[in-house]
């Protein structure tokens, strides 16, 4: 079992930067997939961001050149860097991870057996 907890969402105005976290704690394996979705009221969830045990990330087109994933191995810990925010990006931000596992090439929430219970970001104009 691993549980995941975010944190550091929170209010900004357009241009603003957050960085929400992802506390991970329970058994992990050497191999794992960690990513962000997020979901606006009325839409469907997306992706945004995914990192690979290995290091390798994927990004939403939407996000690519505004938001770095991250991760403190020492810490247990997933990162978003949110630059540039718009209020688009407004959204329920959750962290997902798949262990054991690998990314895939494009990013589904299904692969995902592991969620945080979220944390707000909202992006006033």
């Known amino acids: 079992q691993v549980q995941l907890v975010e944190s550091g969402g929170g209010s900004v105005q357009l241009g603003g930067s957050l960085r929400p976290s992802c506390a991970a704690s329970?058994?992990?394996?050497?191999?794992?997939?960690m990513g962000w979705f997020r979901q606006a009221p009325g839409k469907e969830r997306e992706g945004v961001a995914q990192i690979d045990s290995d290091g390798s990330t994927t990004y939403a087109p939407s996000v690519k050149g505004r938001f770095t994933i991250s991760q403190d191995n020492a810490k247990n810990t997933l990162y978003l860097q949110m630059n540039r925010l718009k209020p688009e990006d407004t959204a329920m931000y959750y962290c997902?991870?798949?262990?054991?596992?690998?990314?895939?090439?494009?990013?589904?929430?299904?692969?995902?057996?592991?969620w945080g219970q979220g944390t707000q970001v909202t992006v006033s104009s």
């Open positions: 997902a991870a798949d262990t054991p596992g690998f990314c895939m090439r494009t990013m589904v929430g299904h692969q995902f057996g592991y």
């Open positions: 329970g058994h992990t394996y050497s191999s794992y997939c």
